[in-house]
């Protein structure tokens, strides 16, 4: 019987080396990304009660098995999507050079533009979980941890400011963060951009001129002053609830009328 080798101790074990490929990782980032718009599309056309991790793989073109290891569950799949989007690092690395403008109106400025583009690249996710929420706990849930993921973010850019001495005299960091934060909620960008028809220049404008008086006590000039009557979506929403109610009228008259003709 042949006798085992025995390893010499002073010997050190050879550690495997790790594996790293380049191109294997560039690989699963675009197949993430697949899964990723898969889900939006399948959230927005069917909801999210009736998307599975299945018809996921089958839109996006993968195995099961893929969108499993990706996401793990429907609520991994909801968590990944909001990944791409307002919790994506492009946006924190846009959001971390603001504060390399060292001017205060020009970082002002870049502020409201900032998140013009975050407001109107998140919209539909915003929007997905907005409306699932009032129904499912699961959502409600994802909506308040995404309310506070943003907060979080203000905080960090009004402790910046503060170290650079933006802050008005006597306001806290964290009054100013609450203040930063309510005032870019999706909620306003979706009722000036959306209901209201404001371009995207505008509503940045106008998150400007909102932070630089509210945190900086800025006497600044408010935007759009001297303008003629601007067009909005509210009257095309009031014709369309008026004539509803017009065809309503009109049909329960003509039922009316047709019971009062038929014989007793």
Known sequence: MARKAVENPAEPAKKRRAYHSPRRKEQASVTKSRIVTAAMQLMKEKGYADMT??????????????????CGSKKGAL??????TVEAKKYDKLRDSIPQIMTGKERVKEIGHFMSVLMEDAMPVFDIVRGMSVLSPEFAEQEYDQSMMLLEKCRKSVHKMAEDGMLRPGLSEDRAAELYWSISTP?????LTKMLNWSSEEYAAWVSYLIGVTLMDWDSPMPFLNEGPRKSGLPSLKKKAEAAEKEHSEKVEAEKDQADQEPA
Do not use: D, F, K, N
Request: hydrophobic residues 50%; charged residues 20%.
């Open 53 to 70: 991790l299945e018809s996921i793989a089958r839109e996006a073109g993968v195995a099961p098995q893929t969108v499993y290891a990706v």
């Open 79 to 84: 968590a990944a999507i909001l990944e791409s």
């Open 187 to 191: 909620g306003i960008h979706r009722r």
